[in-house]
């Protein structure tokens, strides 16, 4: 996540955590720092992991106060140890203390997301099967979210309901049948759109098999079944591993030949990576 990037997609969500936090003043603070003095407070990591998410941690100090300056000692993707100084912040005392739990959440959870993604893509190294997150996010978060899953090692799915078309229970259940369904989506979406169809049995594989579609979403299948599904399929679509896919489990999926396994534990059950901001004390006149 770039600068651009930040500034069109990020900085309206990042203000939007900021007012939940900040109605109308930060009154602890206030009470505290009755006028401006300039302070510095040292980033630490408290738990081993995967950084991520450390452009918006500094975006939330920057939109409150354009003068803030963040030095970091590590960038995203990076491996922290617990103890690291992972940054320095420095600015107005108030603006670093306003600004500090709505900058943490972000970056604990990005780089929790990112460290429990990279312990599940490591075990798929070598095999040719790539590591695949859903749209199973924190409403308002997704953007974060996914951009944690790249910086882990995994690649994301489809971003939103406009990015592409992907036939559910429900959508076939609607449309009548796979075939039905396949059909439908080919006269309606652009053609440059692949169509995903998630089955849920070998009948619905071979019927979304010959029917055409691009992509063959294996869903809730025994390891046996996935097997035969892919033989069946026989390279004639992707096929793609789903339902409760997570890091205790995903062993048992490496040798079945899929081409994705997507997981939605990597956004919606990752535990948050501990992050805390330490030692704050004034710097110039009258600090250190």
């Given at each position: 996540?770039?600068?651009?990037?930040?500034?069109?997609?990020?900085?309206?969500?990042?203000?939007?955590?900021?007012?939940?936090?900040?109605?109308?003043?930060?009154?602890?603070?206030?009470?505290?720092?009755?006028?401006?003095?300039?302070?510095?407070?040292?980033?630490?990591?408290?738990?081993?992991?995967?950084?991520?998410?450390?452009?918006?941690?500094?975006?939330?100090?920057?939109?409150?106060?354009?003068?803030?300056?963040?030095?970091f000692y590590c960038q995203d993707g990076d491996e922290v140890k617990s103890g690291r100084k992972m940054a320095t912040v420095r600015g107005d005392i108030r603006v670093l203390l306003s600004g500090e739990r709505t900058a943490l959440n972000y970056l604990q959870r990005m780089s929790g997301?990112?460290?429990?993604?990279?312990?599940?893509?490591?075990?798929?190294?070598?095999?040719?099967?790539?590591?695949?997150?859903?749209?199973?996010?924190?409403?308002?978060?997704?953007?974060?979210?996914?951009?944690?899953?790249?910086?882990?090692?995994?690649?994301?799915?489809?971003?939103?309901?406009?990015?592409?078309?992907?036939?559910?229970?429900?959508?076939?259940?609607?449309?009548?049948?796979?075939?039905?369904?396949?059909?439908?989506?080919?006269?309606?979406?652009?053609?440059?759109?692949?169509?995903?169809?998630?089955?849920?049995?070998?009948?619905?594989?071979?019927?979304?098999?010959?029917?055409?579609?691009?992509?063959?979403?294996?869903?809730?299948?025994?390891?046996?079944?996935?097997?035969?599904?892919?033989?069946?399929?026989?390279?004639?679509?992707?096929?793609?591993?789903?339902?409760?896919?997570?890091?205790?489990?995903?062993?048992?999926?490496?040798?079945?030949?899929?081409?994705?396994?997507?997981?939605?534990?990597?956004?919606?059950?990752?535990?948050?990576?501990?992050?805390?901001?330490?030692?704050?004390?004034?710097?110039?006149?009258?600090?250190?």
């Open positions: 996540m770039n600068e651009v990037t930040m500034r069109l997609n990020a900085d309206r969500l990042i203000r939007q955590a900021l007012e939940e936090d900040i109605t109308s003043e930060d009154i602890t603070t206030n009470a505290v720092m009755r006028e401006a003095v300039q302070g510095e407070v040292e980033l630490i990591c408290k738990q081993d992991g995967i950084a991520a998410g450390l452009l918006v941690f500094e975006r939330v100090f920057t939109l409150l106060d354009p003068e803030v300056s963040v030095e997301i990112a460290t429990y993604t990279h312990s599940i893509a490591r075990l798929l190294e070598g095999t040719g099967t790539r590591l695949l997150d859903t749209r199973k996010t924190t409403p308002n978060m997704r953007i974060f979210e996914k951009y944690a899953v790249k910086v882990g090692g995994g690649n994301n799915h489809r971003y939103n309901l406009s990015d592409g078309v992907l036939l559910k229970d429900n959508h076939i259940g609607a449309a009548g049948s796979v075939t039905r369904a396949v059909q439908m989506a080919r006269e309606y979406a652009p053609f440059v759109q692949k169509i995903e169809v998630e089955t849920e049995n070998l009948d619905m594989v071979r019927e979304a098999a010959e029917a055409g579609a691009d992509i063959i979403m294996l869903d809730n299948m025994t390891p046996e079944v996935m097997r035969e599904a892919v033989a069946l399929i026989g390279g004639r679509a992707a096929t793609e591993c789903s339902g409760n896919v997570t890091k205790e489990n995903v062993a048992e999926l490496v040798d079945i030949g899929v081409d994705y396994i997507s997981s939605g534990a990597l956004t919606h059950s990752a535990p948050i990576l501990d992050i805390s901001l330490k030692n704050l004390h004034p710097i110039g006149e009258g600090g250190r």
